[in-house]
């Protein structure tokens, strides 16, 4: 799975919009984009993925650049409740790759502070 | 319950005991996994399960290390004369496996080791 590079730290006001960018200049073209994030003291949740059209769900959007090589998790409107650590990983799905172990590669993500 | 289930949520025990870590995926998921996060860090991919069968276990970081599923439901995580570095958080995660699905894990809140 390709590396992905994201800052240690963000800070983010209540009610505006967090954008969280992740790196990953070495993706390779059947790599998609995946964004987790853990709530202290939870598992890590599901956020959005993507390959390379920008997505977005009720959580959040995913803009990811036209070369592919960087991406942008975007929380429209922030709450205290998304204070968290955010995880870009990149992966191959599992059923698009018969060998693929699947195991997620967390690396340490940005720890995102939303404040009132 | 609808979600991953792990047993128990807090564990403390004595350098070198035996012990045992339960997880309960989502009724239908196929795959499971089994992750330790360490304080400060990402989550650490440890075995993943196809069914019964262990699919990649490259993950363990010794022969102390165990788990199974023997029924292709519930898993165990067996740890051999624990040491105090293998205090940790465990965590599991299981995941459905079909044509529609990019591979989106559900995970548990862990069990959170303490060996003193």
């Known amino acids: 799975d390709a590396k992905t590079t994201q800052p240690t730290s963000m800070d983010c006001a209540e009610g505006r919009a967090a954008n969280l960018p992740c790196n990953h200049s070495t993706i390779s073209g059947n790599e998609y984009v995946y964004w987790y994030r853990q709530i202290h003291s939870q598992g890590p949740q599901y956020i959005i993925h993507g390959l390379k059209n920008n997505e977005t769900n009720e959580m959040a959007s995913l803009i990811i650049t036209e070369d592919r090589k960087s991406s942008t998790l975007i929380l429209p409107h922030a709450t205290l409740r998304d204070t968290a650590v955010y995880y870009c990983?990149?992966?191959?799905?599992?059923?698009?790759?018969?060998?693929?172990?699947?195991?997620?590669?967390f690396g340490k993500g940005t720890s995102l502070l939303v404040t009132p | 319950g609808a979600g991953v289930s792990q047993t128990p949520s807090n564990k403390v025990t004595e350098k070198g005991k035996y012990v045992e870590l339960r997880c309960d995926p989502i009724s239908g998921h196929t795959a499971l996994y089994w992750y330790r996060q360490s304080l400060g860090q990402g989550p650490e991919f440890l075995i993943y399960?196809?069914?019964?069968?262990?699919?990649?276990d490259s993950g363990l970081p010794n022969d102390r290390f165990f788990a199974v599923r023997p029924e292709g439901s519930v898993s165990t995580l067996k740890i051999q004369r624990t040491e105090r570095g293998d205090s940790a958080v465990y965590l599991c995660a299981s995941s459905a496996l079909r044509v529609s699905n990019t591979g989106e894990l559900f995970f548990g809140e862990g069990s959170r080791l303490t060996v003193l």
């Open positions: 990983i990149v992966r191959v799905p599992p059923l698009l790759n018969s060998n693929s172990g699947y195991a997620l590669n």
């Open positions: 399960f196809q069914g019964t069968g262990a699919a990649d």
